[in-house]
């Protein structure tokens, strides 16, 4: 079955820092990958999307490229800000369109 | 554009009784999902339906768990006779059947079996 496979942290960061999440997945076919964040007391918000191998998702600053050669869709930004303090959940989707997820990544940035 | 939308937002509740949840769905989502979220993990898939079908169940969905989607727009979750491992956040998410438009997620129904 489909699995995604998400640095679990914590992870701590100051402000303007570098940001990378790690995650890998297994899955058969051809998922489309997703980050999802979720801020303190708030639902799941998309945060960006790939479709196909070698897409690259972003927004707000946050990127992730979809490697079909290393089962991979790793996070990154560049300069975090304290905003950005939420759970990160990597997720799949395969063919039967439900969502496969990881066990969130918590990332706290301090001023 | 008012979201996906859960009701209620909070639910105590005492071990043995019967719950009931209702996710409204962006109005034009044919597709509605439920998931579970516990603590300190990532959501699990319970079931989906298309318009007013009920396509797919999980294992994780037992006997006491039951969801409904008359006439494809909103969408009731009833667990009867509740259990302390029932608490969880139960988050609603819907989106178009398009293959590759994302599922909007409502703010949840966080359960707490007392």
């Known amino acids: 079955g489909n699995s995604v496979t998400q640095m679990e942290g914590p992870v701590t960061l100051s402000e303007e820092a570098f940001l990378t999440i790690n995650c890998t997945y297994t899955a058969t076919g051809y998922p489309s990958l997703f980050w999802y964040v979720q801020y303190p007391g708030e639902g799941l918000q998309l945060l960006l999307k790939?479709?196909?191998?070698?897409d690259k998702g972003s927004n707000k600053g946050f990127e992730a490229t979809y490697r079909k050669e290393t089962t991979s869709f790793h996070l990154e930004k560049g300069s975090v800000q304290v905003s950005d303090s939420a759970v990160y959940f990597c997720?799949?989707?395969?063919?039967?369109?439900?969502?496969?997820f990881g066990k969130g990544t918590l990332l706290t940035v301090n001023p | 554009d008012t979201g996906v939308s859960q009701d209620p937002r909070h639910k105590i509740t005492k071990r043995g009784q019967n719950v009931t949840f209702r996710c409204d769905p962006i109005s034009e989502h044919n597709r509605l999902y439920w998931y579970r979220q516990t603590l300190g993990q990532g959501p699990e898939f319970l079931t989906y339906?298309?318009?007013?079908?009920?396509?797919?169940k999980s294992r994780l969905l037992s006997d006491r768990f039951s969801a409904e989607r008359p006439k494809g727009s909103f969408s009731t979750l009833e667990i009867q006779r509740t259990e302390q491992g029932d608490s969880a956040m139960y988050l609603c998410?819907?989106?178009?059947?398009?293959?590759?438009?994302?599922?909007?997620f409502g703010q949840g129904t966080r359960l707490t079996v007392v």
């Open positions: 998410a819907s989106s178009l059947e398009s293959t590759n438009t994302e599922a909007f």
């Open positions: 339906f298309q318009n007013e079908a009920q396509l797919e």
């Open positions: 997720a799949l989707r395969g063919s039967n369109y439900k969502l496969t």
């Open positions: 790939a479709t196909k191998a070698d």
